[in-house]
Nanobody
Framework: QVQLVESGGGLVQAGGSLDLSCAAS????????MGWYRQAPGQQRELVAQ???????TYQDSVKGRFTISLDNINNIGYLQMNTLKPEDTAVYYC???????????????WGQGTQVTVST
């Protein structure tokens, strides 16, 4: 069983920074993709950033130039560095990973429990 645990959320003033982490544990042969999603109250969950095979990065237009996603393939920890935060970045942030648990299993998608990010004016 694979578990994802996010950390690093909190309250920050507009213009500030926060770093989120997502630690994957359990039976992990390979992490193919890790993504950060967010969901604000009354809104649908949306993709913020994604990293594939450790190098290919994609970002939502609203966070380009402000957020950076990375993945430590050795320790299976994903990061989302968030700079110049805005009130509209306020949401619960979730990490998701496409993981192959063993060489006998296919790739499966796992989700963390989420961490709250609140940006005040």
């Amino acid at each position: 069983q694979v578990q994802l645990v996010e950390s690093g959320g909190g309250l920050v003033q507009a213009g500030g920074s926060l770093d989120l982490s997502c630690a994957a544990s359990g039976s992990i042969l390979r992490v193919y993709t890790m993504g950060w999603y967010r969901q604000a109250p009354g809104q649908q969950r949306e993709l913020v950033a994604q990293i594939t095979r450790g190098t290919l990065r994609t970002y939502q237009d609203s966070v380009k130039g402000r957020f950076t996603i990375s993945l430590d393939n050795i320790n299976n920890i994903g990061y989302l560095q968030m700079n110049t935060l805005k009130p509209e970045d306020t949401a619960v942030y979730y990490c998701s990973a496409e993981v192959q648990p063993t060489d006998r299993e296919s790739v499966q998608t796992y989700w963390g429990q989420g961490t709250q990010v609140t940006v005040s004016t």
